[in-house]
């Protein structure tokens, strides 16, 4: 079984085993390059961020759900979307960060449980939220995406 | 409490390469307060040599990770820009210099659109 029907549809069946770069491996042999390297990324910020105070200042360590709802964010990502810069928060979130300039830049932010919170500055315009996040992309954060991209 | 003026500039010091681009903008996550204390911690650099702050850099905040870690550089925003976005600052100075960026919003969203709004602002400045 490949990892986009385990992370889409049935993700407990890798839930609950080990989290390890061979297991992603060896479930991730026809995924596209651009998928490979933000999962690359993935895996490596879990190994980097995976204890506590990882930044200096005392954050918080990624959890193992967050990394899962960030890979299936990544295969749900509509083909023609960049991908995203990926980086850990000090709340122990996965943050995707799309950054065209200081004034257009969108940025989400998985939890692991199950909830989506996004901050982006179009210009002189400013948005926020929390969106549940499941078996889709919630439609606004790609109407976000679709804004810093046109 | 020390009065902080608006015109003074802030230092957060920055040790994740991360946390600044290629193209020489600080990302937000800089500024993001932390989990432990709700606030971030800075340092008033007003009237100090680029010696003097670097030094503070790395006996204040670099060396006293454990295990120590080299300082990468800092993100210099000044007091008003701050106060700007609704935080406040809480200048303790302890130790001395130090200030703490405080009165965040709870909300994780709120948090990261003013850190993103702070980080547009800041200078990035490389050791």
């Known amino acids: ?150 | 409490m020390v009065n902080v003026d608006p015109d003074e500039p802030l230092a957060r010091f920055i040790i994740n390469k991360g946390d600044y681009r290629a193209d020489g903008t600080v990302r937000h996550r800089i500024f993001l307060p932390s989990p432990k204390t709700g606030q971030t911690s800075v340092f008033r650099i007003f009237g100090l040599s680029e010696n003097a702050i670097w030094e503070i850099g790395d006996i204040e905040v670099a060396q006293k990770r454990n295990p120590p870690l080299s300082l990468k550089g800092r993100a210099d925003i000044f007091v008003r820009q701050v106060l700007k976005t609704g935080l406040n600052i809480d200048a303790d100075d302890i130790p001395l210099r130090h200030a703490n960026i405080t009165n965040w919003p709870t909300e994780q969203s709120a948090q990261r659109l003013i850190a993103m709004e702070l980080a547009g602002m800041a200078h990035l400045y490389l050791k």
């Open chain 1, 1 to 150: 079984m490949n990892i986009v029907s385990q992370s889409r549809y049935s993700p407990g069946i890798y839930r609950n085993s080990e989290f390890s770069k061979k297991a992603f491996w060896q479930s991730t042999a026809s995924i596209g390059r651009p998928i490979e390297e933000a999962i690359e990324s993935l895996i490596e910020l879990y190994r980097q961020c995976s204890e506590a105070d990882w930044d200096g200042y005392g954050a918080n360590p990624v959890s193992k759900e967050s990394i899962y709802e960030a890979v299936e964010f990544i295969y749900m990502l509509p083909s023609g979307f960049p991908m995203p810069n990926i980086l850990a928060e000090p709340s122990g979130e996965i943050a995707f960060e799309w950054y065209k300039s200081k004034r257009m830049i969108f940025v989400i932010g998985f939890n692991g449980k199950n909830m989506i919170s996004y901050a982006g500055i179009f210009g002189s315009n400013k948005t926020h939220g929390t969106e549940y996040f499941s078996d889709t992309i919630p439609p606004v954060i790609l109407e976000n995406l679709r804004r810093l991209n046109s």
